[in-house]
């Protein structure tokens, strides 16, 4: 399998698809991935971060770094969220090996 790991502040044009991908898995509002990817892209903090694993033009996994994963507990951020690797990818390393 040949794919690529992606900063999404190394390809800022696929932010509203990687959005829309993430959207798709978690079921998080797409304006919430959206207002986080355009956090990242102003480059102001060091979180939020966003990734992308890519096989040829396809999406294949991703995750986010952010500063809160929705808990209470401060003292532990940041926090990886939103890790996924399409069913049909998984067990290949690109989520253990990449992320």
């Not at 790991?5 to 797409?30: S, Y």
Request: glycine share 6%; aromatic share 10%; hydrophobic share 40%.
């Amino acid at each position: 399998m040949n794919y690529k790991i992606i900063r999404l502040t190394d390809k800022p044009e696929i932010k509203e698809r990687a959005a829309q991908w993430f959207h798709e898995k978690w079921n998080i509002p797409l304006a919430a991935y959206m207002e986080s990817m355009e956090e990242c892209l102003a480059k102001k903090n060091p979180v939020p971060q966003w990734y992308v694993a890519m096989e040829d033009d396809r999406i294949i996994g991703g995750m986010g770094v952010i500063e809160n994963d929705f808990h209470d507990r401060k003292d532990l951020a940041p926090n990886v969220c939103a890790v996924y690797t399409d069913e049909d990818k998984r067990s290949r390393g690109v989520a253990g090996d990449a992320f």
